[in-house]
């Protein structure tokens, strides 16, 4: 079954940093464009981060200089490194596919809260 787990969300001071990790099952992240997104409470779920199969990486505006998406084929994980995190950085964070033979794959988040 085509899984995508993330986790290492958590509650953070502002400044901080958190390591998020996508797990993917029955599919290779080294193949498929893939990418982070979150939403915030009450917001619609807005893109992060992505990284393409051939290693490419483009990013919010808000997070530039922040945070790196990254991946482990070996581990077959996408990891996104955030840094001196911000209290708008809170939310429910997913890993992405974004069209996985024609359909979106989605995890089902962990959750972020950055506190001032």
């Known amino acids: 079954q085509v899984q995508l787990v993330e986790s290492g969300g958590g509650l953070v001071q502002a400044g901080g940093s958190l390591r998020l990790s996508c797990a993917a099952s029955?599919?290779?992240?080294?193949?498929?464009?893939m990418g982070w997104y979150r939403q915030a409470p009450g917001k619609q779920r807005d893109v992060v981060a992505t990284i393409t199969s051939g290693g490419m990486t483009n990013y919010a505006d808000s997070v530039k200089g922040r945070f790196t998406i990254s991946r482990d084929n070996a581990k077959n994980t996408v990891y996104l490194q955030m840094n001196s995190l911000k209290p708008e950085d809170t939310g429910l964070y997913y890993c992405n596919v974004p069209s996985y033979f024609g359909r979106p794959l989605w995890g089902k988040g962990t959750p972020v809260t950055v506190s001032s």
């Open positions: 029955e599919i290779a992240v080294s193949t498929w464009s």
